[in-house]
């Protein structure tokens, strides 16, 4: 199902942080392009011109995430743009640091969750946003992709991959799990998107009262939990003899 179109989250712009750039685009042979976010900067800004030559992948690159957009997703959002506007367009590029509301929620502590166990921050969070832009600065932001656009989390070297999941964040409600696949080599967490907003890389871990560490399930319940698989019972359990329902067994399997 559709992921909810994400309210726009504040997000001030530190004083270290430079004014954003035209970045150089890089153009591939097979159609992709590569862009690399500068350092002390928050913004990618291409020409419309030059993303309109983009036919496979635009990747963006920066210190804490990578992004994969797919062509068609940058060619729809060029497709905003009325015929009088291109000229001088450009498409815009945002990885900011969350605001600090929402930082100081999740920072140096663990979060507690309503059904159980507790969230730890294993990454930044960041705000993301992808626009197209008039050169009068009238921006166009879609509130769903075309396509799914992946993102690419580098997460803390002390964290517990099993434990791993990317979350979407929104100010007054509970992180919610987007998903997330490993890559050991590199020690990053990869997730796809239906759209831009707030997200971070958590640890959640849940324990069961009748499931002790040295439960031959014990290792497979903690990793299957923090993927929000099994929840368990609402007392605090798992049941670990109880027959498996249909439905149980339908997510244990996706």
Known sequence: SASPAPAPTPSPTPSS???PMQQPLVLEADGGAVAQLAEGQSEIRIDAADAVQ??????????AVDLKIPSGVVQRLLALLPPEAADGARLSIKVEQAAEEMAARYADRTVPMPGGGTLDLASDILQLSLSVVTKDGEAMTPEQFSAPVTLVFRVKDSADPALLGVYYLENGKEPQYVGGKWNAESNELEVDLEHFSAYAVFAYEKSYSDVPPEHW????LRELTARHIIEGTTDGRFVPDAAV???QFAKMAV
């Open 17 to 19: 942080v430079q004014p």
């Open 54 to 63: 983009i036919t496979t992948v635009l990747e963006v690159r920066t210190d």
């Open 217 to 220: 399930v014990y290792d497979m």
């Open 245 to 247: 329902t249909r439905a």
